[in-house]
């Protein structure tokens, strides 16, 4: 898909809820607060203002949850998604990656908390969704490592004695939105290689839902969209500057994956991708270069594109997008298996 200017006079702010407008300028923020001038961030006030939902075992819509720490070195921990409904059948997993820019957010988030219920329950899978190290301090390659990790442990001894007895390790998919969905792509190729023996754990898709790419270049969406609901330019920045690695740009290959760097996959079995792409967000023409750049390595991936979805739309129950989005994200996830099956 080309960049296509006349996506950013279709879509319009005003043609947003009110509502979600009103909450991402509140998000943007409460960024904007636990952001410092010297490149770290306000933990205490970050901790204070993000509203986080506890673990349940009792079933609340149909799914319980359960957190559960996967390394006690470095903290790293999941948080599991069972939908009651599928006692005693086998159910395929989703591996879900938090987005937050790197340095915000968790897996604990009550948003990320809602989202993935939601998930477990539309769609009758297992969610497992990683808790990673932040940044900056945690930098690249940290999230990455942690959440390759996290596939590591679903095949471990400890991991298979955690799961519940239906979660079915050979149906697998990596789930990420933001720096999530830029997760998806690294781990996701890392597993394509196939240098670590990650049996029975089989990944079948990759979902990347305005997966937090980048460059040095400016583009249309980032010009014209400068001031769109939720992710600005300006925040963008700060975040790639407090993930990569002392004295890397954003043309580092672990931001602009489309560049003169990027790296050739052809060669790698990445399974089928599902790139989910939004008309008022300043990423989206990094997002249609990546879904090109995957067509070009000869790789299976259809593309979403939601006119008036801003940055983060998904994790909004009150916007009608979302559940659009649901159950388009069902569609693929069950017509990948049924093609494998």
Request: charged share 25%; aromatic share 10%.
């Amino acid at each position: 898909m080309a960049e296509n200017a006349s996506s950013y006079t279709r879509a319009t702010v005003n043609s947003v809820p009110l509502k979600i407008r009103v909450m991402c300028q509140i998000v943007k923020f409460a960024s904007y607060l636990t952001r410092r001038s010297d490149g770290t961030v306000n933990r205490r006030l970050s901790k204070w203002l993000e509203r986080r939902a506890l673990p349940n075992e009792k079933p609340a819509h149909g799914v319980y949850t359960r957190d559960i720490v996967i390394d006690n070195v470095t903290g790293v921990w999941l948080r599991l998604f069972v939908p009651v409904e599928a006692t005693g059948e086998k159910i395929p997993v989703v591996v879900y990656f938090h987005g937050g820019g790197f340095c915000a957010l968790s897996a604990a988030d009550v948003v990320y908390d809602v989202f993935c219920r939601r998930l477990a329950r539309r769609s009758g899978v297992l969610v497992a969704s990683v808790d990673y190290r932040l940044a900056p301090e945690h930098k690249y390659p940290a999230a990455y490592e942690d959440c390759f990790a996290a596939l590591a442990w679903l095949r471990s001894n400890s991991g298979v004695n955690h799961l519940p007895a239906q979660a079915d390790l050979s149906r697998c998919f990596l789930m990420g939105d933001s720096a999530g969905g830029n997760i998806v792509h690294h781990v996701g190729c890392r597993v394509a290689e196939g240098k670590e023996d990650l049996r029975p754990v089989r990944v079948l898709g990759h979902v990347l839902i305005q997966p937090y790419f980048g460059g040095e270049e400016r583009t249309a969406a980032e010009v014209n969209l400068k001031e769109a609901p939720l992710i600005t330019v300006e925040n963008s920045d700060w975040y790639w500057r407090a993930f990569l690695p002392e004295g890397a740009n954003k043309d580092h290959p672990a931001a602009n994956v489309v560049g003169s760097n990027c790296r050739d996959i052809s060669g790698l079995a990445v399974p089928p991708s599902l790139v989910v792409i939004g008309g008022l967000d300043i990423l989206q023409d990094w997002q249609s270069r990546y879904a090109e750049y995957l067509r070009k390595m000869g790789k299976d991936v259809e593309v979403l594109w939601y006119d008036n979805a801003v940055h983060a739309f998904h994790a909004f129950p009150g916007f009608d997008l979302a559940k659009k989005f649901l159950d388009d994200v069902d569609g693929f996830i069950h017509r990948t298996l049924a093609k494998v099956s």
